[in-house]
């Protein structure tokens, strides 16, 4: 292969720029800023004696114990919140998709990547969370961020819950509209941001979380709908934690609130969680459905959901509707859990002790020792640190199945007491 030589790029740059172009290494990625944040916080972790947190392999299946390094845990780092990841009627339903279809679709459902049983889910997830329709992609994170790109743009404003999800902030920041940040579920702050900003602005989108998934807790919803109406906006709802987990039949934030579903105008799930499947999906009315059907990147330009996945989620979403004792089952054991812990005096934060419970260490290192305990008694939770969270407010998440004993809630409550 011939070198590039500067005699031939002359052509490309000119030859006054040519000769004064020098070479130059490009950074090395050990010299990044990034690379080097990471290390310092494994070198802490060292310094600490606290063994690395993340990336732990998981040696066995199954959703409330878990064995990782030939040590069985009871998991309470999966969102798998109604055990569906390990029910027959999924796991013989996802043979038969990869028997009939094979293991994947191989393109884009524009062309040629779409199968019945996509429109069948789409179908059942629309009807089910109350919608005219709903679209599928095969990444939650990229669901919303090709969504809220796709929507907005330069000359529009985005006001977001300080703490939504990534996906939702880098949505906003690749769209090139206006960023506004409102202090977590303070509506005072919200409206404050759009009394001086809405008329600045042609279109206005509002995003938060159904159920947030660092700190437990929820939005006042009918508020949201009446501010959003009051300025005009559109009111987007990311409820990947909240479906399964909040209101009598498991249908999110919207059931739980007693809130009409269509007064939320973009709706997000997951199929990765309570549906245990991986993927995510948008649901609102027909006409925004098809704006994304034919414009958002992350569906035209990307393969179709494997049709294993599709067809687990198809499963699991008719099994939440045919069983909604499961869900209730679960919200048990989380007041449950949620009364143990509060009654031991641990700090649950904000949580309204629904799926994901929160108990907060409070610095870095103090979380990496209680994880190392904790698993040291046999419990397998969730770390959380900053940036995700505060620097002073890291914690272990505690995310609840409705497949969980009472023993063993109970025993993880009594361990965290004392630890």
């Known amino acids: 292969m011939a070198s590039i030589t500067i005699r031939s790029i002359k052509p490309l740059l000119g030859s006054r720029q040519a000769e004064r172009f020098g ?13 080097r944040s990471i290390r310092q916080y494994r070198m802490l972790a060292r310094a600490w004696g606290v063994k690395e947190p993340f990336f732990k392999i998981q040696e066995s299946r199954s959703n ?20 569906f990841s390990d029910h027959p009627e999924v796991l013989r339903a996802a043979r038969s998709a990869i028997d009939t279809f094979g293991s994947c679709i191989s393109a884009s459902p524009m062309v040629s990547g779409s199968l019945e049983m996509h429109r069948q889910l789409e179908t059942e997830l629309a009807e089910f969370f109350g919608f005219e329709d709903a679209l599928l992609f095969v990444s939650g994170h990229a669901a919303n961020v090709s969504t809220i790109g796709t929507l907005v743009g330069e000359g529009d404003l985005i006001v977001h819950d300080e703490l939504v999800h990534n996906s939702a902030k880098v949505g906003a920041r690749l769209s090139g509209a206006e960023i506004k940040a409102f202090r977590h579920n303070n509506l005072a702050s919200l409206v404050r941001i759009l009394l001086q900003r809405r008329d600045h602005f042609k279109n206005v989108m509002i995003v938060v979380e159904g159920l947030y998934s660092t700190e437990g807790d929820c939005p006042n919803l009918s508020d949201l709908v009446a501010i959003k109406e009051r300025f005009g906006c559109w009111l987007m709802v990311d409820d990947a934690h909240a479906i399964g987990v909040l209101g009598a039949n498991g249908r999110g934030i919207a059931e739980y609130a007693n809130v009409d579903p269509k007064k939320i105008d973009i709706f997000m799930g997951t199929l990765s969680k309570t549906l245990a499947s991986c993927g995510g999906f948008i649901a609102g009315n027909a006409e925004l459905i098809e704006i994304l059907k034919y414009s958002a990147p992350g569906f035209v330009y990307s393969v179709g959901l494997p049709p294993a996945m599709t067809a687990a989620a198809l499963a699991s979403l008719r ?18 859990f949620f009364r143990e812990c509060r009654q031991r005096g641990l700090d649950t934060g904000t949580s309204i002790g629904l799926g994901m419970i929160p108990v907060i260490a409070g ?14 008694r046999g419990f397998n939770p969730s770390p959380i640190i900053y940036p995700a969270v505060r620097i002073d407010t890291s914690r272990l998440r505690f995310f609840i199945s409705s497949e969980h004993s009472i023993a063993d809630l109970q025993s993880c409550a009594e361990a965290l007491s004392r630890e």
Not at 23 to 35: H, I, L
């Open 319 to 336: 099994l939440l509707r045919s069983d909604p004792e499961r869900v209730h089952r679960l919200q048990k054991n989380c007041k449950l």
């Open 23 to 35: 070479y130059r290494e490009a950074t090395a990625f050990s010299n990044t800023s990034r690379f």
């Open 64 to 83: 409330t114990s878990v064995t990782i390094e030939g040590q069985r845990f009871v998991n309470f780092a999966w969102t798998d919140y109604l055990g």
């Open 363 to 376: 610095s870095v290192k103090k979380t990496g020792r209680l994880l190392e305990r904790m698993m040291e």
